[in-house]
């Protein structure tokens, strides 16, 4: 019996490792980005019935499982406050050091709001470099300004 989205995120992966599947052909499979498709396997989006089906074929998930993948998620999936993994600390790191730069430029030229997290989209590519390839990010949210009342 499975009791949480997580126990279902760890068969994904499970399943992702013993049969060698990429996150870019799961989304090819349901016709979305890889980056939404790869935070939904790992828990944080909810997929509707027709896309949890397609996951539940592709990493051969029970019923339950894919039942579950149809449930909206608690979001959140760092286990700390400062994340202790190399490669998500330096996120971390990011926005430490340019968080209060890009709030401040946001709001330069837009005023007093925030960027969306819920209206958002991102892409993730390789850059080519000849000093060393480098990963290039576009994170795009929509801008919600405070309302007075």
Request: aromatic share 10%; net charge negative; proline share 5%.
């Amino acid at each position: 019996m499975i009791s949480n989205r997580d126990e279902v995120t760890q068969l994904i992966l499970a399943s992702k490792v013993t049969k060698g599947i990429k996150w870019h052909d799961v989304a090819e499979a349901l016709s979305l980005s890889k980056e939404w498709t790869t935070a939904a396997c790992l828990g944080q989006m909810t997929f509707n019935k027709q896309q949890a089906e397609i996951v539940g074929e592709i990493f051969s998930l029970p019923d339950e499982a894919i039942a579950w993948l149809q449930i909206v998620p608690y979001k959140g999936s760092l286990p700390t406050a400062v994340p202790s993994d190399p490669l998500i600390y330096r996120w971390y790191e990011i926005v430490n050091v340019y968080g209060s730069t890009i709030k401040e430029l946001i709001h330069e030229e837009f005023g007093d709001g925030i960027m969306s997290a819920i209206d958002f989209s991102m892409d993730i590519q390789r850059e080519e470099d000849p000093k060393g390839d480098r990963v290039n990010v576009v994170l795009s949210g929509k801008f919600l300004p405070y309302k007075e009342y």
